[in-house]
């Protein structure tokens, strides 16, 4: 990444298209404060509770959630990027099914059950 940013091309490093290899899946999800029943409409409160994921293959990008917090009407809804990684589709699928799972979020309505069912759908498996 040093030497890319440092003006070396791709190319000069060795690295050609030709060279770079599929190695496992990776699929990612937003966690976000938007009611699914409700036509994907923003909800807004205060989180009473706030737990999220933890474990082998799965990365968090958060925003400053936690129980507490006030999710405002004025503010982007995503409350955390959830990524799965495994060296197989079905695996990431199962890592991300577990994490979704996981987490504790009460005093505003979340995508959580959307994304679940999601992920369980057969045209999203095929």
């Given at each position: 990444q040093l030497l890319v940013a440092s003006g070396c091309s791709l190319a000069s490093l060795g690295l050609t298209q030709d060279k770079i290899t599929q190695?496992?899946?990776?699929?990612?999800?937003?966690?976000?404060?938007?009611?699914?029943?409700?036509?994907?409409?923003?909800?807004?409160?205060?989180?009473?509770?706030?737990?999220?994921?933890?474990?082998?293959?799965?990365?968090?990008?958060?925003?400053?959630?936690?129980?507490?917090?006030?999710i405002s009407?004025?503010?982007?809804?995503?409350?955390?990027?959830?990524?799965?990684?495994?060296?197989?589709?079905?695996?990431?699928?199962?890592k991300l099914v577990r994490a979704l799972t996981e987490f504790r979020i009460r005093g505003v309505k979340t995508n959580i059950p959307f994304l679940q069912k999601l992920l369980a759908h057969p045209k999203f498996l095929e």
């Amino acid at each position: 990444q040093l030497l890319v940013a440092s003006g070396c091309s791709l190319a000069s490093l060795g690295l050609t298209q030709d060279k770079i290899t599929q190695r496992g899946h990776a699929v990612q999800v937003r966690v976000t404060t938007e009611d699914p029943l409700n036509g994907f409409r923003p909800d807004t409160g205060r989180l009473e509770t706030y737990r999220s994921a933890v474990g082998m293959g799965i990365r968090l990008d958060q925003s400053m959630a936690y129980a507490g917090s006030v999710i405002s009407p004025y503010y982007d809804s995503l409350l955390v990027k959830v990524t799965g990684r495994a060296l197989t589709f079905e695996a990431c699928v199962r890592k991300l099914v577990r994490a979704l799972t996981e987490f504790r979020i009460r005093g505003v309505k979340t995508n959580i059950p959307f994304l679940q069912k999601l992920l369980a759908h057969p045209k999203f498996l095929e």
